[in-house]
């Protein structure tokens, strides 16, 4: 296998614990080690990350364009689902 044949990983960071990780782009590899040494490689040499996720790139899924219409359907009707009807602890929404 060449390295233009190695699967695609897609690397996500975090800048520090307890921060949501973001998506910081992709590395070629032939096996998770290698992926996750790859991304460090490229996406925390400057410590921009305290740690990393990688994601074989085939396994995200997403709903096609054509989908996202009702897959995205606005639930304004559901009134429910909002939380104006009761008192979220520690929440301070006035």
Same mark, same amino acid.
């Given at each position: *296998?060449?390295?233009?044949?190695?699967? /695609?990983?897609?690397?996500?960071?975090?800048? $520090?614990?307890? /921060?949501?990780? !973001?998506? +910081?782009?992709?590395?070629?590899?032939?096996? =998770? !080690? *290698? +992926? /996750?040494? &790859?991304? $460090? #490689?490229?996406?925390?040499? $400057?410590? !921009?990350?305290?740690? /990393?996720?990688?994601?074989?790139?085939?396994?995200?899924?997403?709903?096609?364009?054509? !989908?996202?219409?009702?897959?995205? #359907?606005?639930? &304004? #009707? =559901?009134?429910?689902?909002?939380? &104006?009807?009761? =008192?979220?602890?520690?929440? &301070?929404?006035?």
């Amino acid at each position: *296998m060449s390295a233009s044949e190695w699967p /695609l990983w897609e690397v996500f960071t975090q800048r $520090r614990a307890g /921060l949501p990780f !973001e998506h +910081a782009g992709s590395v070629h590899a032939p096996d =998770k !080690e *290698m +992926a /996750l040494q &790859n991304a $460090r #490689d490229v996406y925390s040499r $400057r410590g !921009e990350a305290t740690c /990393l996720w990688v994601v074989p790139a085939d396994c995200i899924v997403s709903p096609t364009p054509e !989908e996202a219409g009702s897959f995205f #359907d606005p639930s &304004n #009707d =559901k009134i429910y689902r909002h939380p &104006n009807f009761y =008192k979220t602890p520690g929440a &301070n929404f006035e």
